[in-house]
């Protein structure tokens, strides 16, 4: 009798692990991650890689510092926000908290290591004109995959991110990629965070 209540206790905790959903976003968390990536756009601009062209000459130091800062915002931005979505979860008393933390993450890391590797590709091509473009698309289905874990808004950044993406791959667009990718991954952590942060707290 104890045995199968036993089972039946795990039973249920599995069953309802397997639903669950991190609901608890961090406003303050993706504020910070705007902010974090107008800063690196502004280093990057400063590093002279804004237009496609640009970049698609960069070679030696300048290259290697421009994916270094860029490599280190990705990282930065997700374990803030993944730190900030567990903190809330626990302050909002959602069980669970740590272990659907890191499904949402273990549902980023394949698209994330396809952006890693597409972008050790394009360097080696000498095709960084394209790698905004590779980064919104890479970041946005990883937000997406994210999102079967978590709540809506993380599904409608990434279609940002996707749709900023796809556009900055048409050649009428192209030129304009930087701003997209400002658009899509600065001001769109950025404007999710104030809404997450008015509505739900921060």
Not at 21 to 45: D, E, H, K, M, P
């Amino acid at each position: 009798m104890l045995q199968t209540a036993t089972q039946d206790i795990r039973q249920i905790r599995q069953a309802l692990e397997a639903n669950s959903r991190l609901t608890s976003l961090s406003g303050s968390a993706l504020v910070l991650s705007g902010i974090l990536a107008f800063t690196a756009a502004g280093v990057s601009s400063q590093l002279g890689a804004v237009e496609p062209a640009a970049r698609k000459a960069l070679s030696g130091a300048t290259l290697s510092q421009l994916v270094l800062l860029w490599s280190a915002t990705l990282v930065i931005v997700v374990g803030l926000n993944l730190i900030g979505m567990v903190i809330r979860a626990r302050t909002d008393g959602q069980p669970l908290a740590t272990r659907l933390g890191k499904r949402v993450l273990f549902a980023m890391l394949p698209s994330l290591f396809v952006g890693g590797a597409l972008t050790l590709a394009l360097m080696h091509e000498h095709r960084l004109d394209l790698v905004f473009a590779v980064w919104m698309l890479c970041y946005g289905a990883a937000l997406i995959a994210a999102s079967a874990h978590s709540i809506t808004s993380v599904r409608l950044l990434g279609l940002w991110m996707l749709l900023g993406g796809g556009l900055a791959l048409l050649p009428a667009v192209a030129p304009h990629d930087y701003t997209m990718f400002l658009g899509s991954f600065g001001a769109g952590h950025f404007l999710l965070g104030a809404w997450v942060g008015l509505r739900y707290g921060w």
